[in-house]
């Protein structure tokens, strides 16, 4: 930073003591989050929609749009990747009771162990990465970052 506001004094750089360091964490929590899949040989893009269908609760289902919404993918690529996860038996296709047309989406008992173990495997990356910090200064940077996200979040469900 010092060195910004020597080079540059007619910038203000203060942006920068904050959204480096996130843009540095995220890199770190990328790598926490890789290794955490790789270990229970799931993808990035696989866990979100297993772990999609696990919040839901039993049994465990949502139609292929609520999956896009919580995803924020297209349908193309979310037709692509059910076609994926259930070749490879971590989700099947149930025809929807309400819609005749519908289908529903539903985690079968591998792919709910595969996301159950895979969370476990990125909570504790996660907890590794937060340890130098107090609970109390963890939930207060999770408020801080609630408050800088809220915007973007708005916008997401505005456009789904």
Same mark, same amino acid.
């Given at each position: 930073?010092?060195a910004?506001?020597r $080079?540059?004094?007619?910038?203000?750089v *203060?942006p920068?003591e904050?959204? @480096?360091r996130v @843009?540095?964490? #995220? !890199?770190?929590?990328?790598?926490?989050? /890789?290794?955490?899949?790789? $270990?229970?040989?799931? *993808?990035?893009w &696989?866990?979100? +929609?297993?772990?999609a269908l696990?919040r839901a609760g039993?049994p465990? %289902?949502?139609s292929?749009?609520?999956l896009?919404?919580?995803?924020?993918?297209?349908?193309?690529?979310?037709?692509n990747?059910?076609d994926?996860? #259930?070749?490879k038996?971590? +989700? $099947?296709?149930?025809?929807d009771?309400s819609?005749?047309?519908?289908?529903? +989406? /539903?985690?079968?008992?591998?792919?709910?162990? !595969?996301?159950?173990?895979?969370l #476990?495997g990125?909570? *504790? %990356? &996660?907890?590794?990465i937060l340890?130098?910090?107090s609970?109390?200064q /963890?939930? &207060?940077? #999770?408020?801080?970052?609630? %408050?800088?996200?809220?915007?973007?979040?708005? +916008? @997401?469900a &505005?456009?789904?």
């Amino acid at each position: 930073m010092a060195a910004w506001r020597r $080079e540059r004094p007619d910038l203000d750089v *203060e942006p920068l003591e904050v959204l @480096s360091r996130v @843009s540095r964490l #995220a !890199r770190h929590l990328d790598r926490a989050r /890789r290794i955490a899949f790789t $270990e229970h040989g799931l *993808e990035p893009w &696989e866990f979100d +929609v297993l772990t999609a269908l696990r919040r839901a609760g039993a049994p465990y %289902q949502l139609s292929p749009g609520q999956l896009l919404t919580q995803t924020l993918v297209t349908s193309g690529t979310m037709t692509n990747r059910i076609d994926r996860l #259930a070749k490879k038996g971590l +989700v $099947e296709r149930l025809p929807d009771p309400s819609d005749r047309r519908g289908v529903l +989406v /539903r985690l079968t008992d591998a792919g709910r162990d !595969r996301a159950d173990r895979s969370l #476990a495997g990125l909570l *504790e %990356q &996660e907890r590794a990465i937060l340890a130098r910090l107090s609970p109390l200064q /963890r939930g &207060e940077l #999770a408020g801080l970052l609630r %408050q800088l996200t809220a915007p973007f979040d708005n +916008v @997401s469900a &505005e456009h789904d």
